[in-house]
């Protein structure tokens, strides 16, 4: 079945650091991946998402490219902000139609 | 994009009382919710599959007898938490996949505080 393994936080970073996110997976098959982002007291957003081997995925910033030679899923940011500091998921599709099942989430702290 | 509500946004309860969390799909259908469960600092588990019509789905470990699923229409699950416990403390999200495509929608969650 469908596996991945994400890097395990918490990370803090100064503002304009240079972040990485470490995501591996193990599939059948060239599932979609995902990056869900939870800030403080919120719930999931999607933050981006790569449908296909070799795809790039990007959005405020933050890039993920899905690369089956590696199996990795690993979300960037050149320059991270204050208001990045979240929690970061990294998912894929679970067992049944549309499910998704979750990496442990990484929490990033961005001071300034 | 699509919008998932959830409500109430928290609730605390006293030991051995139920209580009702709705997840509504307010601008799209969905045939199927989810429902997870986040423990403090750890990541989302999936607790059941909401299926509008028929039977929830539940995951291996997870009591059907004490989260009740209910999917009235194609806009609303409820999950009902029964004779809580403070071990049924958690933050409840719920989720539904917009109609043919491979993304999913999450609501803002429900905290559960049960004295």
């Known amino acids: 079945g469908n596996s991945v393994t994400q890097m395990e936080g918490p990370v803090t970073l100064s503002e304009e650091a240079f972040l990485t996110i470490n995501c591996t997976y193990t599939a059948t098959g060239y599932p979609s991946l995902f990056w869900y982002v939870q800030y403080p007291g919120e719930g999931l957003q999607l933050l981006l998402k790569a449908t296909k081997a070799d795809d790039k995925g990007s959005n405020k910033g933050f890039e993920a490219t899905y690369r089956k030679e590696t199996t990795s899923f690993h979300l960037e940011k050149g320059s991270v902000q204050v208001s990045d500091s979240a929690v970061y998921f990294c998912?894929?599709?679970?067992?049944?139609?549309?499910?998704?099942?979750f990496g442990k989430g990484t929490k990033l702290s961005v001071i300034p | 994009g699509a919008v998932v509500s959830q409500h109430p946004s928290w609730v605390i309860c006293k030991s051995g009382t139920s209580v009702k969390i709705e997840c509504r799909s307010l601008?799209?259908?969905?045939?199927?919710m989810f429902w997870y469960r986040q423990f403090p600092k750890q990541s989302l588990m999936l607790m059941a599959t909401?299926?509008?019509?028929?039977?929830?789905?539940?995951e291996q470990g997870v009591e059907k007898d004490k989260f009740l699923i209910n999917h009235a229409s194609l806009t609303l699950s409820t999950l009902t938490v029964t004779s809580a416990h403070p071990e049924d403390s958690s933050f409840y999200i719920c989720s539904a996949p917009s109609l043919g495509r491979d993304e999913q929608f999450f609501g803002p969650g429900t905290r559960l505080t049960v004295l």
């Open positions: 998912a894929w599709p679970g067992a049944g139609s549309y499910q998704l099942t």
């Open positions: 909401s299926n509008e019509g028929s039977k929830a789905t539940y």
């Open positions: 601008d799209f259908q969905a045939t199927t």
